[in-house]
């Protein structure tokens, strides 16, 4: 049976674009450019997903996710929106609402998350999305190390700093696994058999901030219906990871600040002071130090959390793992899809080794995940892979080259490719015969 898919934007082109676009991938759409047209749709008839704009010119997402959630508790709500609105994202969650994608919408953002919202209905114990404040480690660990010197002397930082209760900050770009590097420190610790409190603290808006970290009592503000145990409280005895804690603004850090030097925090209405033993381990993908210079973080915050520092190299930093990593994922996506894709074309590999991967390993396990899905035969193919993957790795290392001598670019061309010679006079943009008077010009022999 197909699945079935609504999108709501009240953007005419941009409906019935993606709606080709979904169509073109073996969905089912119907579109809808408002909300009292979405509701006569979602009256007619059952969908498996409805795409809808935060924003609509009779009706919101929240109205909209309301609505489904009457109708439907099997149906999933993604929400589209051109507006960094955390608030609105943050109540979408709790009313139910899948996930949230950022206008311009990236295609292969769109498919994943639509593969995962499917997952989803058919496992109710899928990991909570990005919205969430609170994330769930993945349990048991299963991660591949690699074995370049990187990976090692990442590993050996992290043996020696998990069994003692110093804070960590972990510093690297998105999509490195720094949360995955904080997991693996609280289980290697003396606490692992204590919380590991995971909290996205962009995710966290500024005026509910106290309540989440510390908690409230029932009454003690509008909304406080009953009371709720804060983050500290609830990895009492644990490990508190605080990711991307450089959103956190300057008046949460000074309250954070204090619960870390006093060990003690008091819920949002309460006059009692609740005892904590936590072990801080924070994570942030910019240079704190240079926001502790322009003002935006605090000098004294920084240094309490910055007993131990552990940096995690980019992918492209760590050719030899590449490949590690890639049939890791693979081995995850076939499990998770219930696939049996068996290997990477040879020309997929190289097209790996020489993309920049600048959303790390969380792109890499995307796009294999995606690849998976849309490979019939025994191995994945370029044709599989998103274009422009090729095009930008293309333009790389034309730009590496720009900078070189000609007979070094004619070297690290014929490494790339393991000597072979019609990838590499592809690569340098010439013919066979071009790169054959090259090499004898130079003298390169193979």
């Avoid at 082109?13 to 509701?39: H, P, S, W």
């Avoid at 509910?208 to 005895?237: C, P, Q």
């Avoid at 997929?348 to 995940?369: C, H, Q, T």
């Avoid at 340098?428 to 010009?441: E, H, P, Q, S, V």
Wanted: hydrophobic content about 40%; overall charge negative.
């Amino acid at each position: 049976m197909s699945i079935k898919i609504l999108v709501v934007d009240d953007d005419t082109a941009f409906c019935i674009m993606l709606k080709t676009f979904l169509q073109k991938r073996g969905y089912e759409v119907v579109n809808a450019f408002n909300g009292n047209d979405a509701l006569q749709e979602l009256n007619k008839d059952f969908f498996d997903i409805v795409l809808t704009d935060i924003r609509l010119p009779d009706s919101d997402g929240l109205e909209i996710l309301k609505n489904v959630k009457q109708l439907s508790l099997k149906t999933q709500v993604i929400l589209m929106t051109g507006y960094t609105d955390i608030k609105t994202a943050v109540n979408a969650m709790k009313m139910g609402a899948f996930d949230y994608v950022g206008k311009p919408i990236n295609p292969d953002e769109i498919l994943y998350t639509i593969q995962q919202a499917l997952l989803k209905s058919e496992n109710k114990n899928s990991s909570p999305s990005k919205a969430s404040a609170v994330k769930s480690p993945s349990s048991p660990l299963n991660f591949v190390k690699g074995i370049s010197n990187d990976s090692a002397k990442l590993y050996d930082h992290i043996n020696l700093v998990a069994p003692t209760n110093m804070s960590v900050l972990i510093i690297g770009d998105s999509g490195t696994g720094k949360e995955y590097i904080a997991q693996s420190i609280h289980m290697q610790s003396k606490r692992t058999d204590k919380p590991f409190i995971a909290v996205d603290c962009g995710a966290i808006p500024k005026e509910l901030a106290s309540s989440e970290f510390f908690g409230h009592l029932k009454g003690s503000f509008t909304g406080a219906v009953t009371d709720k145990t804060g983050h500290f409280e609830a990895a009492n005895g644990g490990t508190l990871f605080l990711d991307e804690v450089g959103n956190l603004s300057y008046e949460v850090q000074v309250q954070l600040l204090r619960a870390l030097q006093e060990r003690k925090i008091k819920p949002v209405g309460s006059n009692n002071e609740v005892q904590v033993d936590i072990r801080v381990v924070a994570a942030t993908n910019e240079d704190l130090s240079e926001a502790v210079k322009r003002g935006d973080f605090r000098e004294d915050l920084y240094h309490r959390l910055n007993e131990f520092c552990i940096r995690v190299p980019k992918l492209k930093e760590r050719k030899e793992d590449i490949m590690m990593f890639a049939n890791h994922f693979l081995a995850q996506a076939n499990d998770e899809l219930e696939k049996d894709v068996e290997r990477f074309d040879q020309n997929v590999i190289d097209l790996f080794l020489s993309y920049a991967w600048p959303g790390n390993l969380r792109e890499m396990k995307n796009i294999i995940k995606r690849s998976v899905l849309l490979t019939r035969g025994a191995a994945i193919t370029l044709d599989v892979l998103p274009p422009e993957m090729e095009q930008a790795a293309n333009e790389d290392i034309q730009s590496d080259y720009s900078n070189i001598s000609e007979e070094e670019a004619i070297r690290k061309a014929l490494e790339r490719t393991n000597n072979n010679k019609s990838k590499a006079a592809k690569l340098l943009d010439i013919d066979r015969k071009t790169l054959y008077n090259k090499l004898k010009l130079y003298n390169i022999d193979l």
